[in-house]
């Protein structure tokens, strides 16, 4: 994986508050992240998170997607 992309829909806002973010690779965990702050969610409504990756041939793939609920 050469790189990961990361969007989050805000159903409280009815819109993205994170758009085409750049997720980092920590090779001590061998984990992607991508650090969401809480101005960015909205407590108690649900946010969908949508994320792809591309791989070192340039080809990306499907989306991922996931709902959750944000703690109020």
Do not use: C, F, H
């Amino acid at each position: 994986v050469a790189e990961v992309r990361v969007y989050v829909y805000d159903y409280g806002r009815r819109t993205y508050t994170v758009a085409n973010a750049l997720a980092t690779y920590v090779t001590a965990t061998q984990t992607w992240t991508m650090p969401i702050t809480t101005a960015q969610l909205t407590p108690g409504q649900q946010a969908l998170l949508y994320v792809r990756a591309r791989d070192t041939k340039n080809n990306w793939s499907g989306w991922l997607t996931r709902a959750v609920t944000v703690s109020p």
